[in-house]
């Protein structure tokens, strides 16, 4: 039996469901919470319904909790969601209360029913719908080759050349983030097609993938899916570690693996990790995965970044002086995106004012960048190491005590704080033990004045100082 349902409980349910609809926006909302129907409330749990395992683990998984809190400011009786599948035979609020409490018409026999989907998620009808355009950019030629990557692109260059080569299927790409994995997926497209426009490639991120296969499943079109996915020649599918958890969707992807290699078709992978170490991926499917060739994109090295940047500045035809190509391949080191991003506006900027790129333009412009790939310290950093310079503990940083040999040292902590953190004054104060952000003023000040007359302090000071920054 269910569980009673009062007209004022669905009456919160049309309040909780439009705030979602609000905070999600419509899309959104269509896509992934329209079919939501409550079953009703059992002992401070609120019981939702959902038609399909793979509706409940998602909306589970990214809005169980803002459901939650829903409900609990509009009935703080109610501690739990869950969300169930609905079995067919279960009765859920469609012909319960009067429609005029109700959002939308939610009844499950309704949600079951195919309807048309919004366009963005509209299950596959051409074979032109699944391929996802491709980044004019990212092709081999503009690819720079390293230490890091050379391995990687060689890979990606047979594979271009010749698909389904005897143990490159599938390829399996995986590194870091900016390190180049879409753009070599993208190059092996760009590559293929050119070759044989015949040839059909789907390019897709997992992504994707998952939320075509869920339309799919929504519109009852599934056999359409596979289809369209099977009669493809080359397979991509990037950011594969977006699957991790998703078991359904892993499943269809295992199948439609198997189905593509059987047939002599080509699979490119990308991922943030080596398959052995996608944990939450199905067993089956990481052997599968790694079964092929398993290639890595390393962390860029400094010579990897300068050519990147020459190459990038030669092609937008700018004048960078090397100087500030060698700045930005020191301290802009994760990520290649970021590099890029940097260049890019240091050429805008110049651009825009008409004047050359220089090192101190390059400071000015990209102060923000430059300073956050600093090395951060924090102020309990630079309390202990204060506090082990000076034979003190670290709590004497922060007591009350005036002696000359603690209040002088805190000092020092306060002025390095000033100096190596973004903290304010009030906050270094409160840090220490509460003070006022006048005390810090004056420890900065003072400590200002003791480096210029006392060159053994100053010393002192500047040995701290490197050690908290190296
Ligand atoms: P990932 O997919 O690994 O996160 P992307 O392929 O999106 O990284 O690369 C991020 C950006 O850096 C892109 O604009 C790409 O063109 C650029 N990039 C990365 N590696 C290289 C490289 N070796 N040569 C040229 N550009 C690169
Ligand atoms: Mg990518």
Redesign the pocket.
Known sequence: MPPETSGQMVACWARIRARLRDEVGEVEYRTWLRQMTLHGIEGGEAVILLPTRFLRDWVNSHYGDRLRALWQAEDAAVRRVEIRVAAAAEPAMADGPAPAVRAEPAGLAESLAPRPMPPEIRAPEARSDWVAPLEP??TFD?????KP?EFAHACARRVAERPNSPGFNPLFMY?G????????MHAIAWAIREGDTARTVAYMSAEKFMYRFIAALRSQSTMEFKETLRSVDVLMI?DLQFLIGKDNTQEEFFHTFNALVDQGKQIVV?SDKPPSDLAGIEDRLRTRLGCGMVAD?HATTYE?RLS?LQ?KAAAAQVLVPPKVMELLATKITS???EL?GALNRLVAHANLFGRPITVDSAHEVLHDVLRAHEKRVSIEEIQRKVAEHYNLRLTDMVSARRARNVARPRQVAMYLAKQLTQRSLPEIGRRFGNRDHTTVMHAVSRVSELIIQDAAFAEDVALLRKMLET
């Open positions: 950019r990212f503009t690819f720079v080759v390293g990557n590194g983030v900016g390190l180049g994995k879409t753009h070599l990037d990308s994109l990897l990147i190459a990520n290649v995106r890029e």
